[in-house]
């Protein structure tokens, strides 16, 4: 089974086979792939990111933790 997304300016067709049969321009294609990949960009960013933050505030939590039991060094 074939999805087929239609830009907005162009009427739409509810035929199965026109549907079936026309497909959508490279650029919209090319459009279509680069904000999938932007989606996918930011979503790895924000999850490093949010890791990276949690790993952060974790050893400075066990930093500060080393010094008040060794005599607050």
Request: no cysteine.
């Amino acid at each position: 089974m074939r999805i087929v997304l239609q830009d907005s300016t162009q009427p739409r067709t509810d035929t199965a086979t026109a549907a079936t049969t026309m497909a959508p321009p490279p650029e919209m294609r090319l459009r279509q792939n680069v904000g999938y990949l932007q989606a996918v960009y930011v979503e790895v960013v924000v999850l490093f990111g949010g890791y990276w933050l949690l790993l952060h505030r974790r050893s400075a939590r066990l930093r500060e933790r080393q010094k008040s039991t060794r005599g607050g060094r």
